[in-house]
């Protein structure tokens, strides 16, 4: 099964088209949870109707926003599925890349071994250079090939779930996943994804350039706090070797 978590703060207006789609997605070997993120928007009254399910479209409520990572987690600690995924809600890519980047699953000789991400196609010049500027840096600092962090959709086996260890709360959490994936030597793929405007509202984060720096400061704090755990396991090893 596919347990695929869309965290969803504040997204009101996208709300009817997302379960719409999403309702198109689910059986007996997917399903969807979106977690209200803390949202004070009208975002809970849409989604009471589907707070009783227990399979298919299923709800989470997190009562208080304190992260993306956050929403994201909140979905993974009830996801019932052997493969774990998120994408976003603002529509700006499809949840059905999830179903394309799941098939490969069963096309793997080794599915525990496999991690899955989009690529995104079609996204503004600045976008494309803030990422491949990210990504550079990253695949430097960790010595290991960082491309396209932020992608949507991202998913993974459960086991490599089960083996993260204290995970951030916020956009970090894509490093983070990413990271572990390269760490624990699964093959990476990635499926193409079209990257469409927003229809409604504006990004929660990507509001300027006051913004972005404020992004690549958190992600190049918690770069290093990932680079020192890195080290510091290495050391452990060797200690026990």
């Not at 969803?8 to 977690?35: F, G, H, M, R, T």
């Not at 928007?41 to 304190?66: C, H, K, M, W, Y």
């Amino acid at each position: 099964m596919l347990s695929l978590v869309i965290p969803c703060y504040n997204e009101a207006k996208s709300l009817p088209s997302l379960i719409e789609k999403c309702q198109a997605l689910v059986d007996e070997d997917v399903e969807v949870i979106l977690v209200d993120n803390g949202s004070a928007d009208d975002t809970p009254q849409i989604l009471d109707p589907f707070a009783e399910n227990e399979s298919g479209l299923r709800v989470v409520r997190l009562e208080v926003n304190t992260g993306y990572g956050a929403g994201i987690l909140g979905g993974l600690a009830v996801a019932k599925g052997d493969v774990l995924g998120w994408t976003h809600a603002d529509l700006q890519t499809d949840p059905a890349d999830a179903i394309t980047a799941y098939a490969l699953y069963g096309k793997s000789p080794n599915p525990e071994m496999l991690f899955v991400k989009g690529a995104r196609i079609g996204r503004p010049l600045a976008d494309r250079i803030f990422t491949v500027g990210m990504a550079i840096f990253e695949t430097i600092f960790m010595r290991s090939r960082m491309w396209d962090i932020n992608a949507q959709p991202t998913l993974m086996p459960r086991s490599l779930y089960a083996a993260w260890q204290k995970p951030p709360t916020d956009f970090s959490l894509d490093l983070y996943a990413y990271f572990q994936a390269k760490s624990h030597r699964l093959e990476i793929q990635r499926i193409p994804v079209h990257f469409s405007p927003r229809t409604f509202g504006e990004s929660h984060w990507n509001t300027g350039m006051v913004s972005r720096m404020r992004f690549i400061r958190r992600t190049l704090t918690y770069s290093w706090q990932l680079r020192k755990n890195l080290v510091r396991t290495s050391t452990d090893r060797k200690d026990l070797d």
